[in-house]
């Protein structure tokens, strides 16, 4: 017996099922000579006749094809089966998410308490890294999708907006910086006040070098006095004094409405950017990641949060 391909056993079914080979075909997206050669090719195989045809192009199953007819309606069934045992299989596995600190401490507990609520099976993890770090462990494989706060390489991934944010010069709560706050002064005009920064490589470091550029201000007139890569810890040192520091409103809201910090916007327009999911380009999803990417793309805001 020769092989035969379950495209054939298709084909055949359709046939059968429908009485015809142009209805058969329109089913199958299939033309009526694909049709007519997958049926020869299975007779062929089975060294049987399965369809008797007639000059008024009815279709009608031979007594071979009525005892055959069942047989490839179950082997369509159990490949039907086979798929979604594989999808559920894969709707199983863990959600494995990356994000860089921004994201990861403001954005994500919301996304994930939405989607969680919706999906109470899940499980996820979720590993933490500056937005470099985060590209490379989408590269690697190690998560399937990342969050972070700049596009580092778009050949190699797809970057889907899903937060607007805005970065702020924050300070402590000082009669000295009330003072320039009620003159008017903008957080590029203390730039050069010694400063806690971001660690090396975070897109938060990477949009103040790029600002400082665009207005400027030489990148050797930095006063950094610390790099710290937890902006918790920063918030801490800037309330206590020991300098001032160039974070993501996101971050720093809730104690600017408590006054343990005073906020100064950049400038008139403001220094905003994009948080983005990212994922790989032509990467392979499972389907818990593909409906994760969904929900979180459809909460997508516009407006950078105010803080009140």
């Known amino acids: 017996m020769e092989d035969f391909s379950l495209k054939q056993i298709e084909v055949f079914a359709a046939v059968a099922e429908l009485g015809s080979f142009t209805n058969a075909g329109e089913k199958l997206f299939l033309t009526q000579s694909t049709v007519s050669s997958h049926v020869s090719g299975l007779e062929k195989a089975l060294g049987v006749k399965l369809l008797q045809r007639s000059t008024k192009k009815k279709i009608s199953l031979t007594p071979e094809g009525e005892r055959i007819f069942p047989a490839a309606q179950r082997i369509l069934s159990d490949c039907r089966n086979m798929k979604r045992?594989?999808?559920?299989e894969t709707y199983g596995l863990p959600l494995s998410i990356g994000a860089s600190t921004v994201p990861a401490q403001c954005l994500l507990p919301d996304i994930l308490a939405g989607?969680?609520?919706?999906n109470p099976d899940?499980?996820?993890?979720?590993?933490?890294?500056?937005?470099a770090q985060?590209?490379?462990?989408?590269?690697?494989?190690?998560i399937g999708i990342g969050f972070v706060g700049s596009r580092l390489d778009p050949d190699s991934f797809d970057y889907y907006p899903v937060e607007q944010d805005r970065l702020v010069l924050v300070t402590e709560n000082s009669e000295y910086y009330r003072s320039l706050q009620r003159k008017g002064v903008q957080g590029r005009d203390l730039l050069g006040e010694p400063t806690i920064a971001r660690e090396e490589g975070s897109g938060t470091d990477r949009a103040v070098r790029n600002y400082r550029k665009q207005i400027g201000l030489p990148e050797d007139d930095m006063h950094i006095v610390a790099r710290i890569d937890n902006p918790v810890t920063i918030k801490m040192m800037v309330a206590r004094g020991a300098g001032v520091s160039v974070l993501s409103e996101l971050a720093v809201r809730s104690e600017v409405r408590?006054?343990?910090l005073l906020q100064f916007d950049m400038d008139e327009t403001g220094l905003m950017r994009e948080i983005y999911m990212i994922?790989?380009?032509?990467?392979?999803?499972?389907q818990q990641e593909q409906m994760f990417a969904d929900y979180a793309t459809s909460l997508k805001r516009r407006q950078p949060l105010s803080v009140v």
């Open 279 to 286: 994922r790989r380009k032509n990467a392979r999803s499972s």
């Open 134 to 142: 985060i590209h490379e462990y989408l590269k690697s494989g190690q």
């Open 122 to 131: 899940c499980k996820y993890i979720l590993r933490r890294g500056d937005s």
């Open 115 to 118: 989607y969680l609520k919706d």
């Open 85 to 88: 045992l594989a999808e559920n």
């Open 258 to 260: 408590s006054g343990q």
